[in-house]
């Protein structure tokens, strides 16, 4: 079973910034599409940005382009999330999703709070 385990979620202002993690222990981590969704309460899961598998191309959402950005350390198993310019309505759990062979695994999510 792959297990996705994120970090780096917590509480900031308006304007500030966060970097979320996600770590896995599959060796095929490299072969993979990666994602990061976020779920607002009361709102559906949707996605914030993907990366391909090597990275070479990335995917945002409109609300964060230019202030949210996507990576991939193959070597560690990891991608990220730099996200810059954090508003309010960034607050979400985020979810960290890996799909493989089309089949998809999901981590079991950080808070990310900002305050105004």
């Known amino acids: 079973q792959v297990q996705l385990v994120e970090s780096g979620g917590g509480l900031v202002q308006t304007g500030g910034s966060l970097r979320l993690s996600c770590t896995t222990s599959t060796s095929s981590f490299s072969r993979g599409v990666m994602g990061w969704y976020r779920q607002a309460p009361g709102k559906q899961r949707e996605l914030v940005a993907d990366i391909t598998s090597v990275g070479s191309r990335t995917n945002y959402a409109e609300a964060v382009k230019g202030r949210f950005a996507i990576s991939r350390d193959n070597a560690k198993n990891t991608v990220y999330l730099q996200m810059n310019s954090l508003k309010p309505e960034d607050t979400a759990i985020y979810y960290c999703?890996?799909?493989?062979?089309?089949?998809?695994?999901w981590g079991q999510g950080t808070q990310v709070t900002v305050s105004s």
């Open positions: 999703k890996r799909t493989f062979l089309g089949n998809n695994y």
